[in-house]
Each structure stands twice: as structure tokens, then as C-alpha cells.
């Protein structure tokens, strides 16, 4: 049983992940798992197993 079922990510790694663009603080969301910069208006994904894909090119406008 997970010991943090509220949350995708290992435990601590949300803490020091940061927005690749901003360096700004990163917000999880559960569905569709994704991490949110709300500065620049993006989502990264999570992908299974709980690993954000931190990237340009996958990162989606939270604004579409
Ligand atoms: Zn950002």
C-alpha cells in the first residue's frame, strides 16, 4: 500500500523538481498526471511509474 496515495510522484521528488523554463515551483495535478507551472502556463506529463517528462516539446499550454 502507498504511503502517499495523494500524490504520483516518489516521496521528496515534487520538492526539488522545478519548471524547467522559470525554475518556478511546480504543482502536481492526478488527472491527466501532469506536472503545472501556472508562470508559464504549462503542463508536463507524468508518465507511468511516476517519472515527469520535463521537456519542450512535451510540455502542453495549460491555456488551450
Ligand atoms: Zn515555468
Redesign the pocket.
Known sequence: MAEHPDSLLPEGLLEIMQ?P????VLKERAAPPALL?E??R?AYPIADGGIPVMLDDAAVSLDD
Open positions: 519548471c523554463r522559470c525554475a518556478g507551472c508562470q508559464c504549462l
